[in-house]
């Protein structure tokens, strides 16, 4: 357990929402990232952090903003909510020792009807 | 082609025996390698990495890189029902910041009594 939490675990809104998702880790780790998984897609990167409000987009980025104000939070924000966003949205840090290994949260589920 | 490539599975093996998983990349100038073990409704669990060519092993498991050929494995010896799961290949390519990952889509691995 590397300390990471996510909320909420499971959300569903409306197509137009904006909706944010939250990633917490209590061990002072320097780089955090978020990943989305789809079947037939794996795990593809969003946007990922490496220090309080350094930020840099990953491969699907689209539609998605970030925000770290703090060590210890990481905020993915969908601006407005699409169907195509439905998907299950995991966090990651890696040490700050520079360690290359990702540890992963629990995860969030997200429905966008 | 992808970038990184797993067979998708379902990959059987009896209790007990060798499971051999198989993963290639495309960019021959990536650096460092990574096994997740991830179960059904679950996280990705980091398992094994690898940075140099041969044979890394760690308990039951084995990890062996071959850049020549461009590809990673990973070995369980002696399987377990438990080890049933979808088994994940990432691999660091260069050029990017902040240690991305690239992920394969999963192999998933069945171990049958």
């Known amino acids: 357990d590397a300390g990471i939490t996510q909320s909420p675990r499971h959300k569903v809104t409306e197509t137009g929402t904006p909706v944010t998702l939250r990633c917490h880790q209590t061990?002072?780790?320097?780089?955090m990232y978020w990943y989305r998984q789809d079947p037939g897609h794996g795990l593809r990167l969003i946007h990922y952090s490496y220090g309080v409000k350094d930020t840099d987009k990953g491969e699907v980025s689209d539609g998605y903003s970030v925000s770290r104000s703090k060590t210890e939070d990481f905020l993915l924000t969908l601006e407005s909510a699409t169907s195509s966003q439905t998907s299950v949205y995991f966090c990651?840090?890696?040490?700050?020792?520079?360690?290359?290994?990702?540890?992963f949260g629990p995860g969030t589920r997200l429905t966008v009807t | 082609q992808k970038e990184v490539e797993q067979n998708s599975g379902p990959l059987s093996v009896p209790e007990g025996a060798i499971a051999s998983l198989n993963c290639t990349y495309s960019?021959?100038?990536?650096?460092?390698f990574f096994w997740y073990r991830q179960y059904s409704g679950k996280s990705p669990e980091l398992i094994m990495f690898i940075y140099s060519n041969g044979d890394k092993e760690d308990g039951r498991f084995t990890a062996q890189l071959n850049k020549a050929s461009q590809y990673v494995s990973l070995l369980i010896r002696d399987s377990q029902p438990s080890d049933s799961a979808t088994y994940l290949c990432a691999v660091v390519r260069p050029g990017g910041g902040g240690n991305k990952l690239t992920f394969g889509t999963g192999t998933q691995l069945k171990v049958e009594l």
């Open positions: 960019d021959r100038g990536s650096q460092s």
């Open positions: 990651a840090i890696s040490e700050s020792s520079g360690g290359l290994e990702q540890y």
């Open positions: 061990e002072n780790h320097r780089y």
